[in-house]
């Protein structure tokens, strides 16, 4: 069934149908815009609000963010700024996928429409025309047989008048020969016209006029199936972002599963501890006995009683200062000092080992850097043509006088952790440690210190046993690299290779120009990076 052969004398209903569709597209597209700029509007709440409560850079807020419960909370902000953006991305694909897509439809629907409702109104037109013509033929052909009929009657009648001439008679018959012939012809004329009119009225309501309402017809299917898709895209949309929304609220629940009461603890014992022994027993002071007034010297730190830890009050013991007391910074604050003396003992020993630490990270990165440049010097003599040796002895200085200076600001850090009471347990190094961490220096001890200040012996000793660990234990390759090039590799630390020979990767490029490969066979040494294509495991 379709809307030509059962709804032929519809027109108007068919156009107000169609018109009706039409609105009804335009009023998603506008609820869909709304629903778009609801999404918008709470993303940028949403953003505005984890702004608000984000740390800013060096606060205090940000120093806190060490305690678990502290980083639970940042972890959230940072999942529902994700979250935020997931809802961006749902307005976003709405506006594209639904919004514009159906203007751009309906825009189609609204021009087609007006052609085939323009064709209908133009067939309309010529079948009023024609049935005009019809009509006038049909009047002409009445009035011009009514005169044929009077010019016969009154040629009979002047025939039969005995006082007419024959002349007259003549006339009269003439007059009505013409006019009944005149009236033949509109006759044949109206005949004419009347099928005219009838082969078209049947061409409009059997061809014309059905095939214009199913292209209507057509158009209105095709508006619902669009139509249809958009209802489905407004769920799919949402649908797309699901799991990643979803792995933001895992985050939220991981974050809160993170949070660790007794780690938090010891995370403010580990910050805030002073390392200073409790006070000892105040001893009697026998003024009776004329004993001069003398302080406890049981306490082995800086205070000597309780009022000099918990306050200045001495009419009250006072954990805690008055919030109304004010204190300027050059008062209430001791001069930092280069050695950390300002600190109590325990947060000393600990930025002097922190501060050891970084030392020895740069310290083993000039290292690295030495080894490669001789490394490259070598092999510039061995193979002038891939480099002038010359070129590399200001850099070698260079860092050969980095070196010395670590090696000297190590040595002092070292002697203040010494001083600061880090003997034994509180300085620790092992070689171990140090190729274990990527060569980088960890931990620390008085017997390295004593090789940096002046025993070069057992300076070699402590990297021989490096040397040593290094042979034992075989790094793990981190990739594969297939040879564009054949290498000599003539020179020491140095490998030779084939054209399309695959070696394993053991240590990347550091910016020297040169990798760390080894062979199936266990064969280990260095070769140009530019030699290689290297592919590493994503």
């Not at 020993?349 to 000039?366: V, W, Y």
């Not at 034992?472 to 594969?480: A, H, K, L, N, R």
Request: net charge negative.
């Amino acid at each position: 069934m379709d809307w030509g052969s059962e709804l032929w004398d519809q027109y108007d209903t068919i156009e107000k149908h169609t018109q009706s569709g039409l609105d009804l597209v335009e009023k998603y597209v506008k609820f869909v815009k709304e629903r778009t700029e609801i999404e918008q509007n709470y993303a940028k709440q949403l953003r505005n609000m984890t702004k608000k409560y984000l740390p800013k850079r060096g606060s205090k807020e940000e120093q806190e963010c060490r305690f678990t419960n502290h980083q639970a909370f940042q972890d959230i902000l940072n999942e529902m700024n994700d979250y935020a953006g997931q809802r961006e991305v749902i307005a976003e694909n709405m506006m594209i996928k639904i919004c514009l897509e159906l203007t751009k439809h309906l825009q189609e629907l609204k021009q087609e429409r007006k052609t085939h409702l323009s064709e209908a109104k133009k067939a309309q037109q010529s079948l009023e025309c024609s049935f005009k013509q019809m009509e006038n033929s049909k009047k002409r052909f009445e009035r011009e047989w009514r005169e044929a009929e009077r010019a016969a009657q009154n040629a009979e009648k002047t025939d039969q008048d005995i006082n007419a001439t024959k002349a007259d008679v003549e006339k009269a018959k003439q007059v009505a020969h013409m006019r009944a012939h005149t009236a033949e012809e509109c006759k044949n004329e109206y005949a004419s016209q009347l099928q005219k009119y009838n082969k078209e009225q049947n061409q409009f309501y059997y061809s014309q006029i059905p095939q214009i309402f199913n292209k209507l017809q057509d158009l209105d299917e095709r508006r619902i199936r669009c139509l249809a898709e958009g209802y489905s895209m407004f769920a799919e949309t949402e649908k797309q972002v699901m799991p990643i929304i979803g792995k933001c609220l895992e985050g939220i629940t991981k974050a809160a599963t993170n949070t660790d009461q007794k780690s938090d603890s010891l995370a403010v014992i580990e910050q805030h501890k002073s390392g200073f022994d409790r006070p000892g027993d105040v001893e009697f002071e026998d003024y009776s006995q004329g004993i001069n007034r003398t302080s406890s010297d049981s306490s082995l730190s800086t205070p000597k009683g309780p009022l000099d830890l918990l306050g200045k009050n001495k009419n009250k013991l006072r954990l805690f200062g008055k919030k109304n007391k004010v204190y300027t910074p050059e008062k209430s604050l001791p001069a930092i000092t280069e050695d950390f003396a300002h600190l109590p003992p325990e947060q000393r020993r600990k930025k002097l080992q922190q501060k050891m630490d970084e030392i020895g990270k740069e310290l083993q990165k000039e290292q690295d850097q030495s080894e490669a440049l001789v490394k490259m010097k070598d092999v510039y003599e061995k193979n002038p043509q891939m480099g002038n040796p010359e070129s590399l002895a200001p850099q070698i200085t260079q860092t050969a006088q980095n070196m010395e200076r670590l090696r000297g600001e190590l040595a002092k850090y070292e002697s203040w952790l010494v001083e600061a009471g880090g003997r034994g347990d509180n300085i620790r190094y092992s070689t171990h440690s140090l190729n274990n961490n990527n060569g980088a220096y960890n931990k620390y001890s008085t017997d390295n210190a004593n090789c940096e200040a002046g025993d070069p012996d057992s300076s070699q000793a402590i990297y021989a046993e490096f040397d040593e660990f290094d042979e034992d234990e075989m790094d793990v390759p981190i990739g594969q690299c297939t040879a564009l090039y054949s290498f000599p590799g003539s020179s020491e630390g140095t490998i030779s290779m084939q054209e399309g020979e695959v070696l394993s990767v053991v240590e990347e490029d550091k910016g020297d120009g040169w990798t760390r490969v080894r062979r199936p066979n266990g064969d280990e040494g260095y070769i140009p990076t530019s030699y290689v294509k290297i592919t590493l495991p994503k």
